[in-house]
């Protein structure tokens, strides 16, 4: 029952993984400026990598509440590690280990919450869909919950059709799954309709480019708009494969020599892993250790390797990025749709397989390589980037692609499908 005299409120709890995290901080945003008091539920060391997008949506106005749940100690995993971005692929377990223990501090918070006087109780929980126990809590308080989905509609299709018993190792994480309504998942319902209507309209879409993307990079925002500012029209591949995908020296030396020998101009966003010490590198170093010898000053007039994050949407909204090589991400797949940019795919592991197959069933895209143990072949990394960036074929995908970016801009504006769908809800 509400106390009558605040704004309905409700509960978002993400899995801990930045492509988990910034999808549901969008939909806070979204439902923020329709009226709502959103608690977004988080830890210390997550707070701090969305600060920037939590800051903007607090000074525009938005009531958006960041709880943060104290994080548990977990074995093996080192103090202020508390995301998938965080650590190495072999260590993701231990970030499952550490959501599991938050159910106890999220019950307690939850039950403060219907003794609390300057807010009203919440209406009910939106969780991810490794985060069985909210809806488990949800229930225990009698509120309903709803699953978001982070990843595309056609890979839900997908992983719905799984037999259960391939999932035996992920029910105690996705439990309280079948209690729960869907809320939605990450795609417009035209980018959906371009093969069939297979889910009904409360399926929310895209919640938009709402928040900021992208870290912090090792050049100035200036310097890489000047750069880019410098190339010819839809010449530049962006190359980046997210923010959990780290790759061998034997995969840099051969994705580096495709891209030596394309000739056409980059920005490669290269992250290290978590393994490496790389606190006192600086650009040089880390160059010397990880890319092919002279690899830099051979590409200095056509390529800048920026380490760490980079500004994903400054660089795709630049007019001189034509191709955007990428790990197939939803994320990632999203903004590059939203940009007009085709993909170049290389899909790693999860849901980017079938993120790949549906962009280039779409024709907006080629694969060139696949799974986080493939090895990019030099003269097909040359060939696709040839082709979509110089050849006719990619015109025609990247008028494809434009296309699909109308379809999407329109899905999300007041009268689209994504805009009456977030508003049913």
Known sequence: ?????????????????LGHSIP???????????????SYVTTPANVACLEQPIHEALNNGLDIRVVVLPSPVVEGLPEGCENTDLVPSESRGLIRELMSKLEHPFHTWMENQFHEETLEPPLCVIHDMCIGWAADTAQEYNIPSFLFNTC???????????????????????????????????????????????FPPKFLGSAGNVSARGKMADISEGELVSWLDSQCLRSVVYVSFGSQTFLSQQQTNALARGLEGSEQPFVWAFKVSPNIETTNSDS??????????????????????????????????????????????????LESITHGVPIV?????????????????????????????????????????????????????????????????????????????????
């Open 24 to 38: 549901f901080l969008d939909l806070a945003m979204h439902l923020a400026s329709h009226g709502l008091t959103v």
């Open 345 to 425: 795919a290389w899909p790693m592991f999860g849901d980017q397989r079938f993120n790949s197959k549906l962009i280039t069933e779409l024709g907006i895209g080629i694969q060139f390589c696949q799974d986080k143990d493939g090895l990019p072949d030099k003269e097909r990394v040359k060939e696709v980037l040839r082709r979509v960036l110089i050849e006719d074929k990619g015109k025609e995908i990247g008028k494809r692609t434009v296309k699909l970016k109308e379809m999407a801009e329109k899905a999300v504006k007041q009268e689209g499908s994504s805009a009456a769908d977030l508003q049913a809800f």
């Open 1 to 17: 029952m509400t106390k009558g005299f605040h704004k309905p409120h409700v509960v978002a709890v993400p899995y801990l993984a």
């Open 284 to 333: 040089a170093d880390l160059a010397s250790t990880y890319l092919p010898e002279g690899f830099l000053e051979r590409t200095k007039k056509r390529g800048m390797v920026i380490w760490g994050g980079a500004p994903q949407l400054l660089i795709l909204s630049h007019p001189s990025v034509g191709a955007f090589m990428s790990h197939c991400g939803w994320n990632s797949t």
């Open 152 to 198: 595309g509609a056609f890979g839900t299709i997908l992983l719905r059709s799984i037999s259960c018993s391939i999932l035996q190792n992920c029910v105690s994480e996705r439990r309280g799954g079948q209690r729960c309504a869907q809320l939605g998942s990450a795609t417009t319902y035209q980018i959906g309709q371009t093969r069939g209507r297979v």
